[in-house]
């Protein structure tokens, strides 16, 4: 029998509406939330990501700001666009899209947020917080990876979960956020000599690579939870994710699909993260 599919996409438009109902909320109090996004540089992809998240912050009524800069910027250029927004009360969440130009710094870019506004949950002291146990804004990727995870009530408590990547964006977090479910969480990247060995014994596997059908069927635990983080551009134009869909799709329990499922969830949850900013500050004030 063919696996469960995560739709993504469904989940994510049910998320924003009743994310649309608490700016409601919010804006009836006097606080709309406010979303300021950096886009450095001239890259197609870059541009059509932003899009995206601009128009998914207006359809539940977030405001967003999107500033521009030419490939050429200087990085002091950006620290001073940030450290302007870090004092607007008017802005509650700050995005800097990846990837800068090659001549900025991304790591102090990032740094330079301030805490409460990073909407993205890549500041060190959001990262430490969610080691520690005390998430405040969790990456978006892992964060919209476990709310599929929950959806589809798939059991986590016990199981083996297994990561193939180790970024801090989506592979660490990730591992961090299984094992507070109670998972036994292994993580694999390019340098684990059996990863096939390794992933086909994972209850819950997830694909955070960035190479196109990396898992294979044979990788596969039948049965099992597979979840395809990667977006990969295939010579032929189409996209593929870390997963060899159609054939992995005969052996899990569960699958997501490229485009359509983890994706629609990174978005949702970035509005998450930034209507939970507004409303602290408002309950602050």
């Known amino acids: 029998m063919a696996a469960q599919i995560l739709d993504g996409k469904s989940l994510a438009a049910a998320l924003r509406a009743a994310l649309k109902q608490k700016v409601d909320v919010l ?4 606080v709309r939330p406010g979303l300021a996004v950096i886009l450095a540089g001239d ?31 200087v990085e002091s250029t ?15 969440s700050i995005l800097v899209q990846l990837p800068l130009p090659r001549q900025i710094n991304a790591a102090r870019v990032l740094e330079a947020v301030a805490p409460a ?9 959001n990262l430490g ?8 804004a969790v990456p978006c990727t892992p ?3 476990m709310r599929l995870l929950e959806h589809a009530g798939v059991a986590l408590a016990g199981r083996h979960a297994v990561v193939i990547g180790r970024s801090n964006i989506v592979g660490k977090p990730l591992a961090l956020l299984l094992l507070q479910k109670d998972a036994t969480v292994t993580i694999c990247h390019s340098k684990s000599g059996n990863l096939s060995e390794i992933a ?30 990667g977006v990969n551009r295939l010579a032929d134009g189409k996209l593929a994710g870390d997963v060899d869909f159609d054939a992995v799709r005969q052996v899990a329990g569960w699958i997501t699909p490229v485009p359509g499922g983890v994706g629609p969830m990174t978005i949702a949850m970035l509005l998450e993260n930034c209507v939970r900013a507004a409303a602290r500050e408002e309950s602050a004030s």
């Open 27 to 30: 804006v009836q109090r006097g």
């Open 129 to 136: 917080a969610l080691l520690a146990g005390r998430p405040g």
């Open 43 to 73: 890259e197609a992809a870059s541009r059509v990501y932003v899009r995206n998240k601009t128009l998914a912050a207006e359809q539940v009524g977030v405001r967003s700001q999107l500033h521009e800069f030419k490939s050429d910027v």
């Open 200 to 229: 086909c014994r994972a209850d819950v596997l997830v694909a955070a690579a960035g190479r196109a059908k990396l898992v294979t069927a044979p990788m596969v635990k039948p049965g099992a939870c597979v979840i395809d983080v």
């Open 143 to 145: 964060a919209g990876v």
């Open 117 to 125: 506004k990073d909407v993205d949950g890549f500041h060190a002291a």
């Open 78 to 92: 950006l620290l001073q666009k940030i450290s302007a927004l870090n004092a607007d009360p008017a802005i509650h």
